[in-house]
């Protein structure tokens, strides 16, 4: 890959060849690719959503081994853009937290925090509540234990939901949360 900067486009195009190579270089030269592939998460197409997410682990991934306080910093940024106050919305941040934390596990002093986010206020948790039991299963994965405190709180999103999409992610949760 040339060192010259990728636009959304481009980077679009590359999340759609589903390649870690190019995401791997990039962020070995360019910290930003965070926040670019923050902005994919708002695509209309699920599979770049999804590549974005998971390129942002690795990119994290790659970039902590050199700066650890920049993914550190850019973790309490997507926390910060959960809250309403923030007032910048990201819909996707739950997934891209998750998906940072699974990658980066040496970042588990945001395991806590992760599991806070299950008790959003009422308004929010409906939008944020699929991507925050994804990111707590997807967290379970590499470290189970850690995330069992939110184990109470999953079941009881997975017996009373009437959302279909956040009961099916319940009912995975559970799956990560309960596997040996």
Not at 44 to 50: A, G, K, T, W, Y
Not at 139 to 158: C, N
Request: some cysteine.
């Amino acid at each position: 890959m040339d060192s010259r900067l990728y636009d959304l486009p481009e980077l679009r195009h590359l999340l759609l060849e589903a390649d870690e190579l190019p995401f791997a270089e990039l962020a070995g030269r360019k910290k930003s690719i965070l926040s670019q592939l923050t902005a994919l998460t708002y695509d209309s197409d699920p599979e770049v959503i999804s590549q974005a997410i998971q390129m942002t682990g690795l990119a994290a991934k790659i970039i902590a081994e050199r700066d650890p306080e920049y993914v550190r910093n850019y973790l309490l940024r997507l926390f910060w853009l959960v809250n309403d106050e923030s007032g910048g919305i990201c819909w996707r941040a739950p997934e891209l937290i998750g998906e940072i934390l699974y990658t980066c596990p040496q970042f588990s002093q945001f395991f806590p925090m992760l599991i806070s986010l299950i008790n959003l206020e009422k308004e929010d948790a409906p939008r944020f509540l699929p991507g925050i039991l994804w990111a707590i299963g997807r967290v379970a994965q590499v470290d189970r234990h850690a995330m069992l405190s939110a184990i109470r709180q999953v079941q009881t999103f997975s017996l009373q939901s009437q959302d279909p999409a956040a009961l099916e992610m319940a009912i995975w949760c559970m799956k990560q949360l309960n596997r040996k």
